[in-house]
């Protein structure tokens, strides 16, 4: 670690400055998350509406009743459990949490990064660093240095290089403000392993399925199209066999048509398909390698000019809730149901395209 950029970055924040750094998640962009006018200036670098509210990233629990009011025990247990990780939690705020930070929001999301340059940053800066993905508003997160300068050079005062994040998906974001717990975003942190701690876990209509037009997500960033290339996406669902032979069969069609298509498998299904462009997200027998290259894929199209994309699909692992979530966010749930699926849970929430 680059002690003297560690400094230096703690020092661009303590100022009112914006600095991108990677987390074990995805890379942050961050500024005094106490400060409305450096928060401000996230927003305005993102081109982010001011009413998605910011994750405030902290380096020890006991912060947590200096940022959040009324802890609940749940909240405490949960800290306990994934923290330092990729788990956040959206709490009652205090007065001291500017409402430019929350999105205008009474509650505050706060996570305790495990990534040592994170941790190191925020703790040279001496506040808690209010931190989205550095990502353009709308484009997939970035999980490498160089996607924060795809996206965001020129509009921040310094980037730190940390190689490439560890798990490439965003954190879960588990609301305990009241009620009981609510999943707002999956993420590496299942379902199962937050039930293990807190009992029976609630999820938002935003994990299960498309937002309707009228029911607003508790979580403002969870809109539908998100985290998405410039091209046309469609997503197929169903068992690896009937996902290959259903892309197969629209990549004729779209050859026929003379558009460029390209084709989001893994390792092990690349061979089967003739495409004009294939990307491997990982291999579908390691889960985690899935999650790491799916973002870097997803950009890695813009740059191949094609005019459509269509998408295996990986629900079965448990990461595989986390993975199918940004994928169909990303297509803005344009799916192809290949054959009978079981376990899907946003199963019923697709817009299911109709082949002519
Ligand atoms: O892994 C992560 O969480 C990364 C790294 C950098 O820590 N950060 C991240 O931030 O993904 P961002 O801003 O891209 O996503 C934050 C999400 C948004 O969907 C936002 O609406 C939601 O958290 N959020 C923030 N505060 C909230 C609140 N008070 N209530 C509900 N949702 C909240
Ligand atoms: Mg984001």
């Not at 405490?76 to 949490?97: I, N």
């Not at 490498?144 to 798990?167: N, S």
């Not at 092990?268 to 894929?297: H, I, M, Q, T």
């Amino acid at each position: 670690m680059d002690e003297s950029a560690i400094c230096e970055a703690g020092r661009v924040l303590a100022g009112g400055g914006l600095v991108a750094f990677p987390t074990e998640t995805v890379y942050g962009l961050g500024a005094n998350g106490l400060d409305e006018e450096a928060a401000a200036k996230i927003y305005a670098a993102k081109g982010r509406p001011s009413d998605n509210p910011l994750i405030l990233h902290i380096t020890s629990v006991e912060e947590l009743p200096f940022l959040a009011e009324e802890v609940p025990q749940a909240a405490y247990a949960l800290a306990e459990a994934f923290w330092p990780g990729p788990m956040t939690l959206v709490l009652r705020k205090t007065a001291r949490v500017p409402y430019g930070v929350t999105g205008g929001l009474d509650t505050v999301a706060v996570r305790m990064p495990s990534h040592p340059v994170a941790r190191a940053i925020i703790r040279a800066a001496g506040v808690p660093i209010a931190a989205p993905s550095a990502n353009a508003s709308g484009r997939p997160s970035p999980t490498k240095a160089l996607h924060v300068l795809e996206d965001l050079d020129g509009r921040v005062d310094m980037v730190v290089d940390g190689g490439t994040a560890g798990i490439g998906l965003e954190s879960t974001i588990i609301d305990v403000s009241g009620g009981r717990p609510m999943i707002l975003r999956p993420g590496y942190i299942t379902e199962e392993m937050l039930s293990a701690v807190v009992g029976k876990v609630e999820l938002d209509t935003a994990v299960t399925g498309m937002l309707q037009e009228d029911i607003k997500p508790r979580a403002p960033g969870m809109k539908s199209r998100h985290y998405a290339p410039k091209a046309e996406m469609t997503v197929f669902l169903g068992s690896p066999a009937e996902v290959c032979a259903a892309i197969e069969e629209a990549l004729g069609r779209a050859a026929a048509a003379g558009r460029r298509a390209g084709v989001l498998c893994t390792e092990e299904s690349e061979r089967f398909y003739d495409a004009p462009v294939k990307k491997c997200a990982g291999r579908r027998n390691e889960p985690e390698s899935v999650a790491l290259s799916l973002y870097d894929v997803l950009r890695a199209f813009d740059r191949e000019q094609v005019d459509c994309i269509f998408s295996e699909s990986f629900e079965e692992s448990p990461l595989g809730g986390a993975i199918m979530n940004r994928l169909l966010k990303a297509a803005g749930y344009r799916t192809v149901r290949c054959g009978r699926i079981s376990s899907f849970r946003g199963q019923n929430a697709g817009l299911d395209v109709h082949w002519q």
